[in-house]
C-alpha cells in the first residue's frame, strides 16, 4: 500500500477526481501508472503520437476515432485529469442513482455513453450524423470488403431504418431510439464474441405485438450478391 | 380351388398376422390379392405413430388460444395420457419408445442437436462462465440437498419407505435433479424473456448432463457396493472432469472434421447435409461409446461445425440443414411427450403419499435455495446481474422430463423400491411441465420481467455493435486492461489466420454487417414478391376462412355410423349440424383424428350444404388383427392452411429464434 500512497500523493487533485468521475483511488493509481508508462517524454501531457505507439490501438479500425475523442477541440494534448475522465464514461452505471434533475448528468451514466458514442461518428461535432460520416465509419470498418457501391446502399439503408425526421441525417435523439442489444445474431455470425458491454447496459425493449414497421418496404433494391 | 388362411403369431404372442396361401394343387390359380402384415409391422407402426402424434400437433393449433396459454408439452402429454388409457384397456402394450436405447439413441439426439445447431452463439460465449457455474455446481448442490433430506424425510416411521438406504437416495436425487432440456425449451421459446436469463436457463439444461450422468453412474457403482470409501469420491471428481471435457472434446474434434470434410463438397452438393447429421450423430455414438457426455459431446460438435460449415455448403444445403435438423426435433419432441403420456398408464405405480409428496417440495425448495445462493455468488462478475425477478424465473424454469423418466427405468431392479421412484419421477415430470409450464407465462407477465423484442434486427443495431465492440477493444489496449475481449480477439486473428483458411473453402472474410446487409435485401425482395403478386392462394384461402368461421365454433358431430367393410376398412358416415347460420358453399379437406386401438388413418371428405349441415365421409384403414374398432372424429371444418413462404413468421419456427436460412429459389 505503500507505493500506492506515494503515487497518489503525486497526482494532484485526487479528491476531486474521485468525486467526479467515481473511479476508486486503486484505480486512479493504476491508470497513472499507464498514462506515465504512455508518457514517455515524461512531460505530463499525452499527445495523439503517445497515443500512436500502442501497437493494436493502432491497427484497430477506428482508433484514430478513439484518440480523437480524448482530445477536445483545439486542444494539442491531454492531461491526466482530462485522461481519467474521458475513461470514466467506461464504469458500469450506477443503478441505485437517484434521479435529480437538477445535478449535471454524471459521466458514466446511459445518456453520456451514448453521447461518447455518438461522438465517435460525428467528427464534425455539428450533432447530426450525416451521410457522409456514416459512410466514412463504414469504410473505416468494411475497409477491402465491399465495393465503394456497396457502402453507399448500406448506409442508405442505415439512415433510412433510424432516421424518423426524414432530414437525411441521424440526430442524436434518433441515434438514441435504435435499439441495440435486442437482437440476436444471424446466420453470418463470424463468432464475435463481444456484447455491448459498457455502453448500453440495460437496453431491454418492452416486449409487444407489433414488431418496428421496417420502411425499407418503401422502395426496393435489388443489390444480390455478387 | 380353397383359400387357406393361416393365423400365426408372432414371437411375444402380440401380434397376428393372417397369411392367405393357396395350397399346391392343379386347381391353384393366381393369387390376386394377398396380404402380409407381419413383413411390414414395425415400419408401418412406427410411421403411424409418429403420424398420430404430429396430427395431435396440427390439432392444438386450430384453437390459437390453447397454445398460448398451454405450452404444447401439456396437450401433447394429455393425449398421450388418453390413447395410453384406451390401450391400457385392451391390455396392447404401448411401444417401447422411452426405453432406454431407444429413447437415449434415437429420441434424445434430434433434439440435442437442435438445441445446440440453434444456439445463440453470441450470448451465449459472453454468458458461459455463469452457464457453466449454474450447469455443474447448481446440479451438484440439488442432487446432494434432495438426496440428503430425503434420506432424512425416509426416516420418519409415519412413512414406510425406511427401506431406503443413503445411496438410493441419493440415486434417485441425482435422475431428478438435473433440469431436462426438452421440457425447459419447448416451454421457453414461447416466451420471451430477456436474452441472459434465456441463455442461462438454455444453456443449463444442456450442459448439466456431464453431472447428471458422472453422479448416475456414481451413486448406481455405489449403490450396489455395502460401503463407500473416500477415494471413490476423488474418482468421482476425477470422472467428472474426464466426462465433461471429454465431451467436448470429442464435440469439437468431429465439429473441425465435418467443417474440414464440408470443404471438398462443391461437387456433391446434394449428400452435403447428410455430413452435419452423419458427424454429430456420430459425435454422439462415440461418446455414449466411452460413457462420457454425448449431450456436451453433440451440442459442442454443433456450435463448431456450424460457423465453417454454413460458408462451405452451398445455400440451399444450408436451408436444408436448417430444416431438416428443426423438423427431427419438433418430430423427436412431439414423440417423447406424447409418449411419456402413453407409458404413464400404462406403467405399474407404486404410489406414497409422503415420499411423493416431500420430494416435490424438496426439489422446489432445493431449486429455490440453489439459485438464490449461486446468484448471489455469481453476479458480481457478471455485467448485466440478474435481480430478483429473473432469479425466480431461473428457479421456477427447472422443468423435468424425459431424461429423468429414462433413467429413472434403467435403475437396476436390485433396487427394491423401484417402482416407487417411478411413480415419484413421473409425478415430479407431471408438476413440472403441467403446473410450471402453464404457469410461467402468466407469473412472467406479471412480475413484469424484462423481456426482449428477439426478431429485431436492423442494420443500425449491427453497425453500433461493431463500433463499439471496436471501441471497447481499443479502450482496453489503451487502459492496458485485459479482458474477455482479448482473448476473444486473440481467438478471433487464430480463427483469421489458421483455421479459416484450413477449413473454409473460399476464404473471403466477410464483415457481419455485409452480410446482414445482403440477408435485409434479400427477405425485403422476397417479401415483396409474396405479397403483390404470388400468392393466388393467398387470397382465396382468407376469402373461404372467412365464411367458414362461423362454423368452426359451432359445429358438432352429431351421429356417426361406422361401418366395418373388412376388418380392415371401414367407412364412416357422420352427419352433423351446424348451429349458426350462414351461406355458403365450403369444401373443404378435413383431416379427422381418429382415436383407434391399433392405429388407423383416415381422411375425410366433407361438404357442407347452405353452412347448416356438413356430411363427412371418412374413410380408414387400419391393420387387421385390431380387436374392436372406436373411433371419434373432430370435425374442424376450417382446416385449409396456409402458410406463405414468409421468412419473418415466428409462428412456426418458434424454437429458432435466430430465423431462418435464406431461401434457395434465388440461388444459381
Given amino acids: 500500500m505503500g507505493s500506492t500512497n506515494s503515487t497518489l500523493s503525486k497526482i494532484p487533485n485526487v479528491e476531486e477526481l474521485v468525486q467526479e468521475t467515481g473511479f476508486t483511488p486503486a484505480h486512479i493509481v493504476r491508470l497513472y501508472d499507464r498514462f506515465e508508462a504512455l508518457d514517455k517524454e515524461k512531460t505530463g501531457h499525452l499527445r495523439p503520437q503517445d497515443f500512436g505507439a500502442i501497437n493494436r490501438l493502432a491497427i484497430n479500425p477506428i482508433g484514430d476515432r478513439i484518440i480523437g475523442a480524448f482530445f477536445s477541440p483545439g486542444q494539442e494534448t491531454v492531461d491526466f485529469h ?43 461535432k455539428d450533432g447530426k450524423i ?90 426496393l433494391k435489388f443489390t444480390l450478391p455478387c | 380351388g380353397k383359400l387357406d388362411c393361416v393365423l400365426s403369431y408372432s414371437d411375444d404372442f402380440k401380434h397376428r398376422s393372417i397369411v392367405y396361401s393357396f395350397p399346391d394343387a392343379e386347381n391353384s390359380n393366381l393369387p390376386v390379392f394377398t396380404m402380409n402384415y407381419a413383413r411390414i409391422q414395425v415400419p408401418f407402426e412406427v410411421t403411424l405413430w409418429v403420424l398420430l402424434a404430429s396430427f395431435a400437433k396440427i390439432g392444438f393449433h386450430v384453437y390459437h388460444k390453447i397454445t398460448f396459454w398451454v405450452p404444447e408439452s401439456c396437450l401433447l402429454i394429455s393425449i398421450g395420457l388418453m390413447v395410453g388409457a384406451i390401450m391400457h384397456s385392451v391390455h396392447e402394450e404401448p411401444p417401447a419408445v422411452l426405453s432406454y436405447n431407444v429413447f437415449f439413441l434415437f429420441m434424445l439426439p434430434p433434439i440435442v442437436l ?71 425449451l419447448s416451454v421457453f421459446e414461447d416466451v420471451s424473456v430477456n436474452e441472459q436469463l434465456y441463455i442461462v436457463v438454455f444453456g443449463e439444461c444442456l450442459f448439466n448432463d456431464a453431472v447428471t450422468v458422472v453422479l448416475y453412474n456414481m451413486f448406481n457403482f455405489v449403490a450396489e457396493m455395502p460401503e463407500v470409501e473416500p477415494v471413490d469420491v476423488f474418482l468421482g471428481v476425477a470422472r467428472f472432469f474426464v466426462v465433461g471435457l471429454g465431451g467436448m472434446g470429442f464435440g469439437v474434434i468431429f465439429g473441425f472434421v465435418a467443417s474440414f470434410t464440408t470443404r ?21 455414438l462415440v461418446a455414449e461409446l466411452f460413457s462420457i457426455s454425448s449431450i456436451m459431446a453433440i451440442v459442442t460438435c454443433a456450435l463448431t461445425m456450424k460457423y465453417y460449415v454454413e460458408e462451405n455448403v452451398s445455400q440451399r444445403s444450408c436451408t436444408t440443414i436448417r430444416h431438416v435438423v428443426k423438423m427431427l426435433g419438433t418430430i423427436s419432441e412431439t414423440l417423447i411427450f406424447f409418449f411419456l403420456g402413453v407409458v404413464t398408464i400404462t406403467t405399474e405405480h407404486e404410489w406414497n403419499w409422503g415420499y411423493i409428496m416431500f420430494t416435490l417440495l424438496l426439489a422446489l425448495v432445493w431449486r429455490g435455495l440453489g439459485v438464490l445462493v449461486l446468484t448471489q455468488i455469481i453476479n458480481p462478475f457478471r455485467t448485466i446481474p440478474f435481480n430478483f425477478k429473473d432469479q425466480f424465473i431461473l428457479g421456477y424454469g427447472g422443468l423435468r422430463g424425459a431424461i429423468s423418466f429414462a433413467l429413472v ?122 405479397t403483390v403478386s404470388g400468392d393466388i392462394n393467398a387470397g382465396s384461402s382468407i376469402v373461404s376462412l372467412q365464411y ?38 365450403s369444401l373443404s379437406l378435413l383431416l379427422a383424428f381418429s382415436l383407434s386401438l391399433s392405429l388407423s388413418l ?11 349441415v356438413t356430411l363427412s365421409v371418412s374413410l380408414s384403414l387400419c391393420p387387421p388383427g385390431c380387436l374392436s374398432y372406436t373411433s371419434f372424429h373432430i370435425v374442424h371444418p376450417s382446416s385449409l392452411t396456409h402458410y406463405p413462404f414468409n421468412l419473418n413468421r415466428s409462428d412456426g419456427y418458434l424454437r429458432n429464434p435466430e430465423g431462418f436460412g435464406l431461401g434457395s429459389i434465388y440461388q444459381g
Fill in chain 1, 82 to 124: 482530462s485522461f481519467v475522465r474521458i475513461l470514466a464514461h467506461f464504469r458500469p452505471a450506477d443503478k441505485k442513482r437517484p434521479k435529480d434533475p437538477s445535478m449535471p448528468e454524471p459521466v458514466n451514466s446511459r445518456t453520456s455513453k451514448l453521447k461518447f458514442a455518438f461522438q465517435l461518428y460525428d467528427q464534425d
Fill in chain 2, 602 to 612: 383416415s381422411l375425410s371428405l366433407s361438404v357442407s350444404f347452405c353452412g347448416l
Fill in chain 2, 114 to 184: 437442435e438445441s445446440g445447431y440453434f444456439i445463440p452463439t453470441r450470448p451465449f460465449f459472453e454468458n458461459v462462465g455463469t452457464v457453466l457455474w449454474f450447469a455443474v455446481v447448481g446440479t451438484l448442490w440439488n442432487s446432494i440437498g434432495i438426496g440428503m433430506s430425503l434420506y432424512a424425510v425416509c426416516q420418519i416411521e409415519a412413512f414406510e419407505v425406511q427401506d431406503i438406504n443413503l445411496q438410493e437416495n441419493m440415486l434417485f436425487a441425482a435422475i431428478i435433479s438435473a433440469v431436462d432440456p426438452v421440457a425447459v
Fill in chain 2, 548 to 585: 367458414v368461421y362461423p362454423l368452426s365454433h359451432s359445429s358438432a358431430c352429431f351421429l356417426s355410423l361406422s361401418l366395418s367393410l373388412s376388418r380392415s376398412l371401414s367407412l364412416a358416415c357422420s352427419l352433423s349440424l351446424a348451429c349458426s347460420l350462414s351461406l355458403s358453399f
Fill in chain 2, 264 to 284: 471438398f463438397t462443391s461437387n456433391v452438393r446434394e449428400i452435403e447435409p447428410l455430413f452435419i447429421f452423419m458427424y454429430s450423430y456420430l459425435a454422439y
Fill in chain 1, 130 to 219: 450525416s451521410r457522409a460520416e456514416l459512410l466514412q465509419v463504414l469504410r473505416s470498418m468494411l475497409e477491402m470488403q465491399v465495393t465503394e457501391e456497396q457502402l453507399e446502399s448500406i448506409a442508405d439503408r442505415t439512415i433510412q431504418e433510424a432516421d424518423l425526421d426524414t432530414d437525411d441525417a441521424i440526430s442524436f435523439e434518433e441515434f438514441r431510439k435504435v435499439p441495440p442489444g435486442g437482437a440476436l445474431r444471424l446466420t453470418y455470425q463470424h463468432g464475435a464474441l463481444t456484447q455491448i458491454r459498457f455502453i448500453i447496459v440495460k437496453n431491454y425493449v418492452r416486449f409487444d405485438n407489433g414488431k418496428q414497421a421496417m420502411k425499407g418496404n418503401r422502395y
Fill in chain 2, 409 to 530: 427405468f434403467t435403475l437396476p431392479d436390485s433396487i427394491g423400491r423401484k417402482k416407487l421412484f417411478v411413480t415419484t419421477t413421473i409425478c415430479m415430470i407431471m408438476f413440472t411441465v403441467f403446473i410450471q409450464g402453464i404457469s410461467i407465462r402468466p407469473l412472467i407477465e406479471f412480475i413484469n420481467v424484462r423481456r426482449t423484442n428477439r426478431n429485431l434486427e436492423t442494420i443500425n443495431v449491427e453497425i453500433h455493435s461493431r463500433l463499439i465492440e471496436h471501441t471497447i477493444a481499443g479502450v482496453e489496449d489503451l487502459c492496458g486492461q485485459w479482458s474477455h475481449y482479448y482473448w476473444k480477439d486473440k481467438f478471433l486473428k487464430f480463427n483469421n489466420r489458421i483455421l479459416r483458411k484450413i477449413l473454409i473453402r473460399d476464404n473471403r472474410a466477410e464483415s457481419s454487417i455485409v452480410a446482414l446487409y445482403k440477408k435485409l435485401e434479400l427477405q425485403n425482395a422476397m417479401e415483396i414478391l409474396d
